[in-house]
């Protein structure tokens, strides 16, 4: 692992002091102090701390102003609150912020290392998550197509998808939770999900609720795997599946989700098929 590099925002010259003894004690950097708005702002843009412990009350500003301010410059930098002050007010404007962990002065060290070590392996366990799921999705998929209808798909091309999209027709999404959640999306037009479902159901002709059923199974399968996959890869992530829910019709849009997603094209004899998957942070 990688030394964590912090900075501590506390105008204590006694508890800047102290907390930067425990934090050098087990092995972290201090990369940083900050007692004023100004101050945090200018060790933030200068040395780009990973996390940041922060004093809730502090000269002409507070904690959540500064945490504010934190996330401008860096978005992904975790807040952990050290402070005197705990009531349920403060409790729930944290939670807003998404603060990552709360300790209390004074401060006991067993607490305050729990603390950032559960932060910093969430982090690392996203960042894991973020490295593989969009290739075994992808191999999911293929891998499906393969065995359930015998027609080997190529992907053709794929991107970052941030802005909704025209759908062909058909989408199935597949939710996926565990300890982050996420989604998966299956975009197609009538006539290949008709293909699809024909050759699933070993029928010609197919009609309408036996497409989408058969097609939901379909999404449900390859997301199933995937997520299967994963969690060998790691069992901490332990993923699931929820039901499909699938829309359908002309001039049907699909709305991009609040957090970053990947999307890969894929051709075969059928048609195009379009995979939309990604997963999110969620509230720590």
């Known amino acids: 692992m990688d030394k964590k590099r912090i900075m501590i925002v506390d105008d204590s010259t006694f508890s800047i002091a102290f907390i930067r003894n425990i934090l050098e004690e087990h092995g972290y950097e201090v990369v940083g102090t900050a007692g004023t708005l100004d101050e945090v702002i200018e060790v933030m843009k200068t040395q780009r701390p990973d996390l940041v412990t922060m004093d809730m009350t502090l000269p002409g500003t507070d904690g959540f102003e500064c945490t504010r301010a934190i996330r401008k410059i860096d978005p992904s930098v975790k807040v952990i609150i050290v402070s005197s002050m705990m009531d349920e007010e403060i409790l729930q404007e944290a939670k807003k912020l998404h603060i990552s962990g709360y300790v209390q002065k004074p401060v006991d060290e067993e607490e305050l290392i729990t603390n950032i070590e559960r932060v910093i392996s969430v982090e690392e366990l996203y960042l894991f998550l973020q490295d593989y799921y969009f290739p075994v999705f992808k191999e999911a998929l293929m891998d499906g197509m393969n065995r359930m209808t015998k027609v080997r798909i190529e992907f053709q091309n794929e991107y970052c998808c941030e802005s909704e999209y025209q759908s062909k027709g058909i989408s199935?999404?597949?939710?996926?939770?565990?300890?982050?959640?996420?989604r998966m999306l299956i975009d197609l037009s009538e006539e290949t999900a008709k293909k699809i479902a024909g050759k699933m159901l070993r029928k010609e002709t197919v009609e309408k609720e036996e497409t989408i059923a058969a097609l939901s199974e379909f999404a449900n399968?390859?997301?199933?795997?995937?997520?299967?996959?994963?969690?060998?890869?790691?069992?901490?992530?332990?993923?699931?599946?929820?039901?499909?829910?699938?829309l359908y019709g002309e001039h049907l849009l699909i709305s991009a989700p609040s957090f970053k997603t990947m999307t890969a094209v894929a051709t075969s004899e059928y048609g195009e098929l379009l995979m939309n998957v990604g997963f999110q942070r969620g509230d720590e």
């Open 221 to 246: 399968i390859i997301s199933g795997n995937a997520c299967s996959i994963l969690n060998r890869k790691n069992k901490v992530l332990g993923l699931r599946v929820a039901p499909p829910s699938v």
């Open 172 to 182: 199935i999404i597949i939710g996926v939770i565990g300890r982050f959640s996420g």
